[in-house]
Each structure stands twice: as C-alpha cells, then as structure tokens.
C-alpha cells in the first residue's frame, strides 16, 4: 500500500467512523447535553418516527411536559402542524461510513427546509452515529449537535435524581414505551420541582443560541 493511499484510507476512517468522533469528541465537538440553568427546567428529547409524532406530543401534553423531537424523515405538513405549542421537531442525522457523511449537507436541506430552520444561523440536532466529519458540515451550517445526559430506552430502566438543565433523552422506536417511560419521567419531575421542555427552550432560556 502506498503512502498516499494509507493516508486517504486514514483520513476516510478519521472523519467518517464513530469510534475516531469519540476519541476527539472532549476537543469541542461533545453534544450540548446540559446546560447552566437558574430555571427549574428539564430539557426532553424524545428519537421518534415523523408520524408518531403528533400523536406522542399529544400524549406528552395531557403529562404536562413538552418535548423535542428528533426525527429523520422530513415530517407532512399536516404532521408538523400537529406537533403542537411549546413542543419542537429537529433533525436527526443518520450515523454510518462515507456515503452517510458526504450526505450531510443533503440530510439537513431535506430536513431543515419543512422544519422551518432555513436561513437561521443556528439550530440544534441529534445524531443516531455522529462522526467528525458529521459535525463539522452540521456545525458550519450553524447547527448545535445535542444528546442526552440521561437516556432511557426501555420503561423499566433505573432513573435516578435529575438536575435543572440536563438533556434526558428517550430512545425507543416504540410509541408505547415512550408513553410509559414518559409516564415515570412526569413523577420524578414532579417530585422534584422540574418541567420538561424542549431542548430549543431549555437552551434559549439559558442563553444559549439556537
């Protein structure tokens, strides 16, 4: 193998695989998971097919807590509609080689259009498999990569005290266990004095730029 193709074949393997994002993720590139906050405010993030998602805010609201969605497919208009005040739709980007991070400017078009973030200068996203190149086309578009300082993927999972400001995230593909584990989150909340927010207001009420 010639030096040339060793270093394309390591630039490739840098800027495309998971495992190289996490080595170098602490230099700037971590997901907003938390922020500093003086409001009694829990920011929920909720991995959840575009279609479901009407019917989940819905769900979300009669629990009193609101939520971001992170979708990856660009939502009708009827379903965006749907979502409802105080709850918010973003893109969530596909993890996965070459091909996945070249089509990252082409993902956050189709995405950021209908969701109404074109021409901002900023908006948050998610990412099922975040890679350096992955972030760096997103965060030059303005977008802000965030995740959750708590996850939860299945109704039983342990969940301990939370703080004001943490990012929880629910990553299930299944409508009815985001409902259940909705359902634990909104007495935790309670009993500690929290609300749940999207991620948009969590941040914008920190100051942060979104």
Same mark, same amino acid.
């Given at each position: 193998?010639?030096?040339?193709?060793?270093?394309?074949?390591?630039?490739?393997?840098?800027?495309?695989?998971?495992?190289?994002?996490?080595?170098?993720?602490?230099?700037?590139?971590?997901?907003?998971?938390?922020?500093?906050?003086?409001?009694?405010?829990?920011?929920?993030?909720?991995?959840?097919?575009?279609?479901?998602?009407?019917?989940?805010?819905?769900?979300?609201?009669?629990?009193?807590?609101?939520?971001?969605?992170?979708?990856?497919?660009?939502?009708?208009?009827?379903?965006?509609?749907?979502?409802?005040?105080?709850?918010?739709?973003?893109?969530?980007?596909?993890?996965?080689?070459?091909?996945?991070?070249?089509?990252?400017?082409?993902?956050?078009?189709?995405?950021?259009?209908?969701?109404?973030?074109?021409?901002?200068?900023?908006?948050?996203?998610?990412?099922?498999?975040?890679?350096?190149?992955?972030?760096?086309?997103?965060? $030059?578009?303005?977008?802000?990569? /965030?995740?959750? !300082?708590? *996850? %939860? =993927?299945?109704?039983?999972?342990?969940? #301990?005290?939370?703080?004001?400001?943490?990012?929880?995230?629910?990553?299930? $593909?299944?409508?009815?266990?985001? /409902?259940?584990? !909705?359902? *634990? %989150? =909104?007495?935790?909340?309670?009993?500690? #004095?929290?609300?749940?927010?999207?991620?948009?207001?969590?941040?914008?009420?920190?100051?942060?730029?979104?």
């Amino acid at each position: 193998m010639t030096t040339t193709a060793l270093a394309v074949l390591v630039a490739a393997w840098t800027l495309t695989t998971g495992a190289s994002y996490s080595l170098v993720s602490h230099l700037g590139m971590r997901p907003v998971t938390s922020v500093a906050t003086n409001r009694p405010e829990v920011g929920l993030l909720v991995d959840a097919p575009a279609q479901a998602v009407p019917s989940l805010a819905s769900a979300l609201a009669h629990q009193g807590i609101h939520a971001s969605f992170a979708i990856a497919q660009a939502p009708a208009r009827t379903e965006l509609a749907a979502i409802g005040t105080g709850n918010q739709a973003i893109p969530r980007l596909g993890g996965g080689g070459l091909w996945r991070w070249l089509e990252t400017g082409d993902q956050l078009h189709r995405l950021n259009l209908p969701l109404g973030y074109s021409g901002r200068h900023h908006f948050v996203y998610a990412s099922s498999g975040p890679s350096i190149g992955q972030w760096l086309m997103a965060h $030059s578009a303005g977008g802000r990569l /965030v995740g959750g !300082a708590v *996850r %939860l =993927r299945r109704p039983g999972d342990r969940l #301990g005290p939370l703080r004001a400001g943490e990012v929880v995230e629910i990553d299930t $593909s299944s409508p009815r266990a985001v /409902v259940a584990i !909705a359902s *634990r %989150l =909104r007495w935790r909340l309670h009993a500690q #004095g929290l609300h749940g927010v999207c991620v948009g207001r969590l941040m914008r009420d920190a100051g942060q730029p979104v």
